[in-house]
């Protein structure tokens, strides 16, 4: 066992406050948006005097027989804090056949990995899952296309829109979700006045308690950020979800989503592969949106956690790269955390811990994590904490 330390991201998105809250740090009046923990190369956690992903190559051992035998020698999982004060692009991420694809072809392209239109970085999927550490709001996956015709009818912003928007009353399903989508993302800028009808009419229903009212609520908050982007006419197909501190949601590779506010715990397979869909500046690479989003609807599935024994809750992930719990410790009683024979990750996001594994011991408070190998299968822990644990989805 050994000390982790994050590693922090700024981006413009991020809030002021959060994630110094947790550390117990100083906000310094940057945005800070993300805390890292693992060994990605772009953000590698920091271990000793080296990283993470550096310590591991010197000790491939330290990452588990079964998780080696699966995924090599990398550490298959990554875990960051994500801190939202404004809403992210919309996008998604590729499976694991389609990021193999990507990234062959770009490297074969010749297309330099810091490239603006650089699409795959690296050559992992990228499935992830999501757990509010407060109340969390976040778009996710495409809304039953007959509901999403029937809000913007109601919404009654006039002709271009009901044009615009008619393949979703036409034939329905998949196929008019692709073309609304993709036919909102290629207007030009003399035809954009289509996103303003609709917040026009937006303004109309804002303070509606209904359905129609959120739908509304979502445009004019996203024009906030991005002004008259005709991204707000795609998320506006999209299901928005409300999530309380302990829910989750897990994407799928090719889910299309786009988190708006809050602060969460978010674990993923260690790639950074995005293919963005609206709401942003960068590079949108329209024929690999239509290769990997995948355009089926629903409701996403709000997961509360599974309690698998007193003060352990597993979050199912459906994926092999990482699986992840929650642990609440208290009472001073040794509370022993799942087991594993590859290496896991723990930070701790409320109150103090002391982990033991056998004679060795680790304290840790809040905003804390520890590293711990495949070697130290069987770890307890003592205190009054929220621990978040992951590892690989392998036994």
């Known amino acids: 066992m050994d000390y982790l330390r994050g590693a922090v991201v700024n981006y413009p998105w991020g ?58 020698r990398q550490l ?22 389609q990021a193999e694809e990507g990234y062959a072809a770009e490297e074969a392209a010749g297309i330099p990995r810091t490239a603006h239109h650089r699409t795959y970085k690296d050559n992992w999927p990228k499935p992830e899952i999501l757990i509010a550490l407060d109340p969390f709001e976040t778009l996710v996956g495409f809304r039953d296309p007959t509901r999403t015709a029937s809000l913007f009818s109601t919404l009654n912003a006039g002709p ?62 996203l024009n906030v950020t991005f002004p008259s982007d005709p991204g707000i006419l795609a998320a506006l197909l999209m299901n928005r979800v409300r999530l309380q501190p302990g829910a989750a949601v897990y994407m799928h590779p090719g889910t299309m989503h786009a988190h708006l506010s809050g602060t969460a715990i978010e674990v993923m397979a260690s790639s950074d592969n995005v293919l963005r869909g609206g709401l942003t500046n960068k590079h949108i690479a329209v024929d690999e949106l ?79 994590s520890a590293f711990l190998p495949a070697q130290d299968a069987q770890v307890s822990a003592t205190g009054d904490a929220q621990v978040f644990l992951t590892s690989t989805g392998l036994g």
């Open 15 to 72: 809030t002021f406050d959060a994630i110094h809250q947790l550390l117990g740090t100083e906000p310094d009046g940057q945005p800070l948006a993300e805390l890292w923990f693992g060994a990605h190369p772009l953000v590698p956690s920091g271990i000793g005097d080296t990283t993470l992903d550096r310590y591991l190559a010197a000790h491939p051992d330290q990452v588990g027989p079964a998780s080696t035998s699966r995924f090599g």
């Open 160 to 221: 271009l829109v009901e044009r615009l928007t008619a393949p979703l009353r036409g034939r329905g399903g998949e196929a008019a979700l692709q073309e609304v989508f993709l036919d909102v993302l290629a207007l030009p800028e003399g035809k954009r006045q289509v996103v303003d009808a609709v917040l026009a009419a937006s303004e109309e229903c804002r303070d509606d308690e209904s359905e129609l009212g959120d739908f509304a609520r979502t445009a004019l908050e």
């Open 76 to 97: 298959p999982f990554l875990m960051k804090v994500l801190s939202a004060r404004h809403p992210l692009s919309l996008q998604a991420h590729p499976d694991r056949a």
């Open 290 to 368: 239509v290769r990997v989003v995948d355009f089926s609807w629903g409701e996403p599935t709000i997961i509360s956690g599974t309690q698998t024994s007193p003060g352990v809750w597993d979050y199912p992930t459906y994926c092999h790269e990482f699986d992840v719990w929650r642990i609440e410790v208290n009472d001073g009683v040794p509370l022993q955390l799942p087991e594993s024979v590859n290496a896991r990750i723990a930070l701790v996001t409320r109150g103090e811990i002391t982990l033991r594994n056998g004679t060795a011991t680790l304290p840790l408070r809040q905003g804390q």
